[in-house]
Structure formats: structure tokens, C-alpha cells
């Protein structure tokens, strides 16, 4: 099923998440939110660790979550951080494995944001086809 993507309400959702941030090293708390095509959200917030590489990033907790619920197909994805920043390469690639066409919606605190795709944001990747096809 095809679900119309409802953009400030996903960016809204994503900005809530991120009232839940566990960020006390880097203080940079992202928010963000998963929209399946079978229209459920799923959504998440980084949650750093005291040893720095167990920090998880908000669009991973978000997306294994809607993974670990069985909905694989994704329609899009909103990110909110203070300041717009973009999704680091390691989420990149997890979009990429469930939804290599999904949306993108980067957002700011005040909810103002640009729109990207997965294929916009990580070209020429590495994808399941090249191991499956070995
Ligand atoms: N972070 C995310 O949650 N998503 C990203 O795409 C970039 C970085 C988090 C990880 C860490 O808790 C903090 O932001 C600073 O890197």
C-alpha cells in the first residue's frame, strides 16, 4: 500500500522523539521519525554510551524498530537536529538496505527542512543485490 506522506506531521513526529534524547557527552540530541507504507510510525532518538562507539543514532533506533515490527517497506524518514544537520553515513547505508528510494525530510529545531532522497544522499552504495548475486 501506498501512503501519502504527510511532511510536517512526520517532522513534528521526529521533533517529539527528540525531547527523548540520551545525549549527556555530545549534547547534540537528534530526533527521528519512520513512515511505513502500511502508514505506521515508528520513531527514535540517538542514545549515546559512556565508551562513545556504543552511541546509537536516532534514524537507527527508528528503523530497526519499524524492522523489528515486520515492516520492511518504507515511505520516509524525518530527522530533526538543532541545526539541520544531515544523516550520518552509517544510517545512510541502513536506509539504503530497506528503502533505497525513501524520502529524506532534514530538519531543524524550528522545523524548517529540506528534502533529500536515500539514493540522493548515498550514490553508487553498496547494496544487498551485490551479495546476493556473488
Ligand atoms: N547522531 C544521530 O543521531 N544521527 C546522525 O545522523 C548523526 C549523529 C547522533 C550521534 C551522537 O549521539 C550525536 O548525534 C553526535 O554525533
Known sequence: MNTPIDETMLVRRAMQARSKAYA????????????????????GCNIENATYSATVCAERVAIFKAISEGQRHLAAIAVVTENGGSPCGICRQVMREFAPDMVVLIADAEGSYRRSTVAQLLPDSFAPEDLLSH
Do not use: Q
Open 24 to 43: 549527556p557527552y555530545s549534547r547534540y540530541a537528534v530526533g527521528a521519525a519512520v513512515l511505513t507504507m502500511a502508514g505506521d510510525i515508528f520513531d
